[in-house]
């Protein structure tokens, strides 16, 4: 098989290391998981349901109220990972394996969770202000409540749509669908399973997906929003990595190896396999646009060679 072959087949798959999406997902199946594992014991003990709500979903949930809270802020990061019933956790999931897997195929895993996390963050707030600033939600604002990962799906879906505007699924079926068609398709479901009682979910889900429409254009013109995220996002993962290993020789670099951008003399690496890999790894982490000019050399070479 040769290099440009593997290339197209070395795609982003469950269990990948250092996968993003997959992480993701894992995080709002477990997160969940925990929240109806609790509810079982509730129900089988005969809790009534409302102290379940009460007691525990309350706490994870973002609350509309504005006193509420301010009692429990954490929730505007804990409800983007937290879903109240099975169904929205399988729909939003698949959504996010269908958008994040195009995220990660062309700009790279390091992109995908500041979408996802920006994308709900904004809603949240949106919602919020929605909730307590407009006279008509303010009067039910203390029942309502936001939960579940559709803000932070709804901003990855944009992102994807306005990162690669001509891509098409299922290139087999008659030159493809396009891409801007299922993500049409996604936001009317979306938008047709919020409920009327809740409003300002509806504020919620327009405001990130202009969040992932303007991370895009911020990032076309240069300006990566979430690089800081990326690398808080990797050190809390690499500090649960045992294979990790920590950079003991930077100051040997510095001071042995600094040639302070000038090549002492132009080399030509062996082709070898193990080093391939290693370049499409990098591919699917990072996208093609992040190789080095000595790795695209080499992949280059290599389907010359079809190593």
Request: net charge neutral; glycine share 6%; hydrophobic share 50%.
């Amino acid at each position: 098989m040769g290099v440009l072959q593997q290339t197209k087949t070395r795609r982003v798959f469950f269990g990948a290391d250092n996968d993003a999406l997959v992480k993701v997902i894992i995080i709002n199946v477990l997160v969940t998981t925990i929240l109806f594992f609790i509810r079982s014991v509730y129900q089988i003990t005969g809790i009534e349901e409302s102290f379940f709500k009460t007691q525990i979903t309350d706490w994870v949930v973002l609350p509309a109220g504005a006193a509420k809270f301010l009692s429990r802020p954490w929730t505007l990061l804990s409800f983007m990972f937290s879903h109240v019933d099975i169904w929205s956790l399988v729909a939003n999931m698949l959504w996010l394996w269908a958008f994040g897997f195009i995220i990660e195929s062309l700009l790279g895993g390091k992109k995908l969770v500041p979408i996802y996390i920006y994308g709900g963050i904004i809603g949240a707030l949106v919602y919020l202000a929605a909730s307590n600033l407009i006279p008509t939600f303010a009067a039910n604002a203390p029942q309502m409540m936001l939960a579940g990962a559709n803000c932070s799906v709804m901003s990855i879906a944009i992102a994807a749509t306005f990162t690669a505007p001509n891509y098409r699924i299922f290139p087999l079926l008659n030159g493809g669908i396009p891409l801007w068609l299922l993500t049409v398709v996604y936001a009317v479901i979306n938008f047709a399973g919020t409920s009327f009682n809740n409003p300002a979910a509806y504020g919620a889900q327009l405001a990130a997906a202009a969040t992932g429409f303007l991370f895009i254009q911020l990032l076309n013109k240069g300006y990566d929003t979430g690089a800081w995220m990326s690398k808080l996002y990797n050190w809390v993962f690499d500090l649960f990595n045992p294979d990790k290993q920590p950079s003991h020789y930077i100051e040997k670099s510095k001071v042995f190896y600094n040639t302070q951008g000038r090549e002492p003399f132009n080399r030509w690496p062996n082709l070898n396999q193990e080093r391939i890999d290693e370049i499409l790894d990098k591919i699917n982490q990072k996208g093609y646009n992040n190789l080095t000019a000595e790795e695209k050399d080499l992949l280059r070479r290599a389907s010359e060679e079809d190593l």
